[in-house]
């Protein structure tokens, strides 16, 4: 004979079986966080070497290059065509039915990380870069590539902020993540020449309470916001200077 006395020990075995699961799937979500970044954008450049003053998995600078020449800096493009042709699917929820949702809101964060990265180069006016629309003399040219894409899962999200379990939220978001993986090339705005490359992958920072997760792209524009801080901080500090990795410590969602 099973004996049930109450309602409420059911429901705590529920959410305990709940967080047994996610545990055992921690395992794999830590793994692709660790794993090496892409070349992918970058194929003909070694996407390990690093570079100790920028904060990115991956730094080049041309060791030739003249970097305190450049006055100008021109943000070309962003593009999603990188991004592997079944990435919509781990972004699948019901607000995200399909490859054309998903690609839809690509092009929207593309168009956001361009606009970012423009607008915080702007928050330095007395800076030595400025903001140009064109390739030209004395003009870096930025051309950057989404190469790994996952938007956020609303409705798991909200639920794991309502499971009565202390941490719950953090466990579960560790698992299932939002997160934006970045290339970067840039040129010498008049002969062309490949001056420096970067890459990066971002996942938004763990929280006890995040509302950003709760929305589709909130997490995504919160990832480019921060590369575009820290891209635009590193060429007004005397070109590419030494820039420290900065926490992202935002709470409401964006």
């Not at 919509?88 to 593309?110: G, I, P």
């Not at 702007?122 to 629309?133: A, F, M, S």
């Not at 956020?152 to 993986?181: E, K, M, Y």
């Not at 020449?193 to 919160?222: H, W």
Request: aromatic fraction near 10%.
């Amino acid at each position: 004979m099973i004996l049930v006395r109450s309602g409420v020990p059911s429901r705590m075995c529920c959410v305990a079986a709940g967080v047994v699961c996610a545990l055992l799937s921690a395992g794999c979500s830590v793994s692709d966080r660790a794993k090496p970044i892409s070349n992918t954008f970058l194929e003909d450049r070694d996407v390990t070497t690093v570079d100790s003053s920028l904060p990115f998995s991956h730094a080049w600078e041309d060791p030739k290059a003249d970097y305190k020449k450049y006055t100008k800096v021109y943000f070309r493009s962003v593009s999603i065509d990188r991004l592997p042709p079944d990435a919509w699917k781990a972004s699948s929820s019901s607000f995200m039915t399909s490859q054309d949702d998903y690609v839809s809101e690509a092009k929207l964060l593309a168009k956001y990380f361009l606009d970012q990265l423009n607008a915080e180069v702007l928050e330095y006016p007395d800076g030595p870069i400025k903001v140009t629309d064109k390739a030209d003399e004395h003009t870096l040219v930025f051309d950057f590539a989404f190469t790994e894409l996952e938007f956020s899962h609303p409705i798991q999200n909200t639920g794991a902020l309502l499971v009565p379990v202390p941490g719950a939220a953090v466990l579960f978001s560790t698992i299932s993540n939002p997160h934006v993986a970045m290339a970067g090339r840039v040129y010498d705005g008049k002969s062309g020449k490949l001056v420096g490359t970067l890459a990066d992958r971002k996942y938004p920072p763990t929280r006890l309470l995040d509302f950003n997760k709760v929305t589709v792209t909130s997490p995504n524009r919160e990832i480019c916001t921060y590369w575009a801080e820290e891209i635009a901080e590193a060429l007004e500090r005397d070109g590419f200077t030494t820039v420290g990795s900065r926490g992202i410590f935002k709470l409401l969602p964006w």
